[in-house]
């Protein structure tokens, strides 16, 4: 934990084995697949956008006709009736509007909602080394802020931009109906703005992205500053915390008006264009209707379209931020979307033969994919009997714990093969795989919820009485009857807190409920005071009865005890047997022992 903070915040440029292949679509047609199960609704909302849109060009044409024959003719009846028209339309209008309205905020939240839960399901799926390769703030901000952003996109940003285009081309159309000649004097000032436009947007598009990189860096030290508040205040680094953190938020800070100022200028370049226009239209417009050539009504419809046109056109551009922030946004959800591993089910998976956990190392190799070079474990062969416990000693960083890791295939070895029952591991279904070898680690890892819902985390089906079975063979029972809302105790940061010896007593009753045929011990008592201890070594070896244990331990007893010793140094195995024949080999077992890497005394 004390290092965490500490850490390089670089991250690795290649992981293993992880593809990802997400520059294959671009990210908005990427979202586009995701309306795909909701077909129906989306074309719904498309045609009730295209009515609602459609509608909109007629009030122009009204207009032309109250100026042209209602006002010329000075007819009440005509302008009547065109207004009762108008007002009829608008009713129309207005339904078709609720329903494009309701459709598509419907389609957005329902695609993030499900994009939501593809990415955590994603997550769920990926290795360890894709988790080590970054940092949980990061991801966090982009199950979060991310998926917020998206939100926006697809519930308002997308319509509105659906709906400008629409009126854009539409109002366009009209305009050359009207009049071909005004319409392609005032078009001749589009091909140089939407070059502008889409210059402006792509520096846009560059600087949010460096933004929300900044914000996740920010987020990513608030975040481990804040789990690990206790260690930055013991080494006095709060001036050094708030200084960094400053920095990064006026680092931030200038991106952000950076930013604003491309935007402004953005803004404030197409209103120019705009009203320039405007200004010519009626100028060259004008002369026509002055010397006969079109009516006044059709200068009024003309210079209607053109505001329509023009307020399109404005959106649009503003809009084009909005979806370019969202655009790097969609790519970074879908590059979590798009990772796949081969750490996975085999498409044909054998299935699990009945064993009793035969376990077998045969000329393993394997080097950590962010540091390829360095290899971590050579040629290690290792055949385990079902029932019998083999303990892995070593120095730190001999490559015990990768030993155990690769059991379950949490990484794939980069030479040799594992075998469980018999059947090479990458052939079985991961599930297959893991349920039947559990770890007991050094720090158990408890959830936030009732002492019972831990305990069942292994078997959710688990009845009450199974579960308080399991606490009595781990001997917790005890301890958790004495708490006044016994196994309804909370545990973790709104409950109680447990001491190192209950937590890893309550993770063993977890153990024995899974009834693996494998059981991991990885120093699951070097963390605990000798009182804890023989509770939790007594819990242990209830657990270790009928089953093939791996135990990595630097007590001399449990070391003594088990049926093969495995002494490993630097990703070998140095020497291997029952303890008395190693003490009389006077190698690195003996060694282990007198430097009290296996503590304990020995009795001879
Ligand atoms: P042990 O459990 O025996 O103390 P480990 O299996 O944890 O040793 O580590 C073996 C070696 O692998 C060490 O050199 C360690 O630095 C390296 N190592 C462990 N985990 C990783 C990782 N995620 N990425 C890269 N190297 C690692
Ligand atoms: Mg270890």
């Given at each position: 934990m004390a290092g965490h903070i500490f850490q390089d915040s670089k991250t690795p440029a290649s992981v293993e084995k992880i593809t990802?292949?997400?520059?294959?679509?671009?990210?908005?047609?990427?979202?586009?697949?995701?309306?795909?199960?909701?077909?129906?609704?989306?074309?719904?909302?498309t045609v009730a956008l295209l009515v609602s849109s459609g509608l909109g060009l007629v009030y122009p044409q009204a207009a032309r006709k109250a100026v042209d024959q209602a006002l010329a003719d000075h007819s009440m009846t005509q302008l009547n009736r065109i207004a009762a028209v108008l007002i009829l339309l608008a009713f129309i209008q207005g339904i078709f509007i609720w329903v494009r309205h309701y459709l598509m905020s419907w389609l957005g939240e329902r695609v993030v909602a499900d994009l939501r839960v593809r990415v955590f399901d994603r997550l769920l799926g990926l290795p360890p080394s894709w988790f080590h390769a970054r940092h949980t703030g990061e991801i966090m901000s982009r199950l979060s802020s991310d998926v917020t952003v998206i939100d926006g996109l697809v519930g308002t940003e997308l319509s509105m931009a659906l709906r400008h285009g629409l009126t854009l081309i539409g109002g366009i159309v009209m305009l050359l109906v009207e009049n071909a000649k005004l319409t392609l004097i005032m078009l001749s000032i589009v091909p140089p703005l939407v070059l502008v436009?889409?210059?402006?947007?792509?520096?846009?598009?560059?600087?949010?992205?460096?933004?929300?990189?900044?914000?996740?860096?920010?987020?990513?030290?608030?975040?481990e500053v804040v789990s690990s508040m206790q260690t930055v205040q013991s080494f006095v680094r709060e001036a050094r915390?708030?200084?960094?953190?400053?920095?990064?938020v006026d680092a931030g800070f200038e991106q952000s008006v950076h930013l604003i100022?491309?935007?402004?200028?953005?803004?404030?370049?197409?209103?120019?264009?705009?009203?320039?226009?405007?200004?010519?239209?009626?100028?060259?417009?004008?002369?026509?209707?002055?010397?006969?050539?079109?009516?006044?009504?059709?200068?009024?419809?003309f210079l209607l379209y053109t505001v329509m046109v023009a307020a399109a056109v404005g959106a649009l551009a503003s809009l084009g931020g909005a979806l370019q922030r969202a655009a790097g946004a969609t790519e970074r959800i879908f590059e979590i979307l798009h990772t796949t591993s081969d750490i996975c089910d085999p498409p044909d998976p054998q299935p699990l033969p009945a064993g009793g956990g035969a376990v077998r190392f045969d000329h393993v190799e394997f080097s950590y994919a962010n540091r390829a070079d360095q290899s971590v474990l050579h040629g290690i062969s290792l055949d385990v009997a079902p029932g019998q416990s083999v303990a892995l000693v070593g120095q730190s960083g001999a490559g015990k714990t990768t030993l155990t890791a690769l059991l379950q295939r949490f990484h794939d070895v980069?030479?040799?093969?594992?075998?469980?029952?018999?059947?090479?591991?990458?052939?079985?279904?991961?599930?297959?795989?893991?349920?039947?070898?559990?770890?007991?680690?050094?720090?158990?890892?408890?959830?936030?919820?009732?002492?019972?819902?831990?305990?069942?985390f292994a078997r959710p089906d688990a009845s009450p009485a199974e579960v308080e079975s399991a606490a009595r063979d781990a001997h917790a029972h005890e301890f958790i009857q004495g708490f006044s809302n016994g196994y309804q105790t909370q545990v973790g940061e709104r409950g109680v807190q447990l001491s190192g010896g209950q937590r890893q007593r309550i993770a063993i009753a977890r153990a024995i409920l899974a009834d693996p045929r494998v059981l991991i011990l990885d120093e699951a008592t070097s963390n605990l005071d000798a009182e804890?201890?023989?509770?939790?070594?007594?819990?242990?070896?209830?657990?270790?009865v009928g089953r093939t244990t791996l135990i990595v331990a630097h007590r001399l007893s449990t070391v003594r005890d088990a049926d093969k010793i495995v002494v490993l140094e630097q990703g070998r195995i140095v020497e291997s047997g029952r303890h008395d024949d190693l003490i009389a080999l006077h190698g690195t077992y003996q060694r282990l022992i007198e430097h009290q890497v296996v503590r304990g005394v020995i009795s001879a």
């Open positions: 990802n292949t997400s520059k294959r679509l671009s990210p908005l047609l990427a979202l586009l697949d995701l309306v795909k199960p909701y077909r129906a609704r989306f074309w719904l909302a436009l889409v210059w402006f947007g792509r520096r846009v598009r560059v600087l949010s992205r460096a933004l929300q990189d900044r914000h996740a860096v920010t987020a990513t030290r608030v975040e915390e708030a200084s960094t953190y400053r920095g990064n100022r491309w935007r402004a200028s953005l803004f404030s370049i197409v209103t120019l264009a705009v009203s320039i226009a405007m200004a010519v239209i009626l100028w060259v417009g004008g002369r026509e209707v002055v010397a006969g050539k079109i009516s006044g009504g059709n200068l009024l419809s980069t030479g040799g093969s594992i075998s469980f029952e018999g059947v090479d591991i990458r052939k079985l279904a991961l599930s297959d795989l893991r349920r039947h070898i559990v770890i007991v680690s050094q720090e158990p890892v408890l959830f936030s919820g009732s002492i019972m819902d831990n305990i069942a804890s201890e023989a509770l939790v070594q007594k819990a242990l070896q209830r657990l270790m």
